[in-house]
């Protein structure tokens, strides 16, 4: 079965500091996908990164990067220089091929506050 | 711009009430999936499609319809609400590879009294 485990129910970070948040994956499917998505109070989702299982490079998107650690089953979301802003729910989400026709499967989430 | 919409936003029914909220994306993609986010349960897959006709059920199907008439829609239906059913409501859609983005809705509120 496939799982996305996220361990921080919540962090605080100081304003233009960096924080990463953990995430663990298992799964036997040998091509899948990671996703990173943030969920801010007004509800909507919004993607944020993505690390395909066969990328050797770490995926960046402006002060996103995943910290790829695949022998780990880790899909660790940096962000750099924290804003206010970046205060929200960050969801980790894998799909893989064999999966229920590409479905997403979430962890429970981690509920990032930045301090000013 | 493409874009995926939900409607109602915002929606209260009694039990045992037929609801149906839509699902609309201009992306022009195969892929279309109905999520219910729960708190403590994260997000869960209640249906999903691969293209026109076809449907199939999640995780979390019982109680829950769909049905794939053309390529941009894919109405979820509550065939008798149950309270158990009050959740955020998103529907997602991508293309069909494994590195596709899934895009999501703004999400539609239900409360079933």
């Known amino acids: 079965a496939q799982k996305i485990t996220q361990t921080q129910p919540g962090m605080f970070v100081q304003e233009k500091e960096a924080v990463t948040l953990d995430c663990t994956y298992d799964?036997?499917?040998?091509?899948?996908?990671l996703f990173w998505y943030k969920q801010p109070s007004s509800g909507e989702m919004i993607f944020l990164i993505y690390?395909?299982?066969?990328?050797?490079q770490n995926a960046t998107e402006g002060r996103y990067s995943l910290n790829f650690q695949k022998a780990r089953k880790s899909a660790n979301l940096v962000i750099s220089a924290s804003q206010l802003g970046d205060s929200a729910m960050y969801f980790c989400?894998?799909?893989?091929?064999?999966?229920?026709?590409?479905?997403?499967?979430f962890g429970q989430g981690t509920e990032l506050s930045v301090k000013p | 711009d493409a874009e995926i919409t939900q409607s109602p936003r915002h929606k209260i029914t009694e039990t045992g009430r037929q609801v149906t909220l839509a699902c609309h994306q201009t992306?022009?993609?195969?892929?279309m999936f109905w999520y219910r986010q729960d708190l403590g349960h994260g997000l869960r897959l209640i249906h999903y499609?691969?293209?026109?006709?076809?449907?199939n059920k999640g995780e979390v199907s019982d109680g829950y319809s769909v049905s794939r008439s053309n390529t941009e829609d894919l109405p979820l239906t509550l065939e008798s609400a149950a309270s158990s059913q009050t959740s955020v409501y998103f529907c997602?859609?991508?293309?069909?590879?494994?590195?596709?983005?899934?895009?999501f809705g703004p999400g539609t509120r239900l409360l079933v009294l």
């Open positions: 997602a859609s991508s293309e069909s590879r494994v590195q596709e983005t899934q895009y």
């Open positions: 799964t036997s499917d040998q091509s899948y996908g």
């Open positions: 690390q395909g299982s066969y990328d050797e």
């Open positions: 989400a894998m799909r893989g091929i064999y999966n229920q026709g590409g479905k997403l499967i």
């Open positions: 992306w022009n993609h195969n892929n």
């Open positions: 499609s691969y293209g026109v006709q076809d449907t």
